[in-house]
């Protein structure tokens, strides 16, 4: 059973930072593509970051660009997001995700198999 589990969110002042981790178990992680979405009360769940596992090229939303970073850990098959910079517009629940078969279409939810339960992050002015 593959299971993804988040952590690392909290509370943090505007101008801070956090580190969001996902845990992937159950599968061996290999040519996966793993994304960062977050969502907000009456909004669409929106792609922050994504990248292939064995590497290639990352991908950011704009609104993240050089404030946010993407890497993971092979040997403990974890995902990280690294959040520098934090804005009150960064306020939502984070999710990771994981696309067992490559699309192309990294920016669709329903494009990603598996997802975790989410951790909340909140941003103070």
């Known amino acids: 059973q593959v299971q993804l589990v988040e952590s690392g969110g909290g509370l943090v002042q505007a101008g801070g930072s956090l580190r969001l981790s996902c845990v992937v178990s159950?599968?061996?992680?290999?040519?996966?593509?793993m994304g960062w979405f977050r969502q907000v009360p009456g909004k669409e769940r929106e792609l922050v970051a994504a990248r292939g596992w064995t590497g290639g090229g990352t991908y950011y939303a704009d609104s993240v660009q050089g404030r946010f970073s993407v890497s993971r850990d092979n040997a403990q098959n974890i995902l990280y997001l690294q959040m520098n910079s934090l804005l009150p517009g960064d306020t939502a629940v984070y999710f990771c995700a994981l696309m067992t078969r490559w699309t192309g279409r990294y920016t669709i939810p329903a494009e990603y198999t598996y997802w975790g339960q989410g951790t909340q992050v909140t941003v103070s002015s």
């Open positions: 159950g599968r061996t992680i290999r040519s996966d593509f």
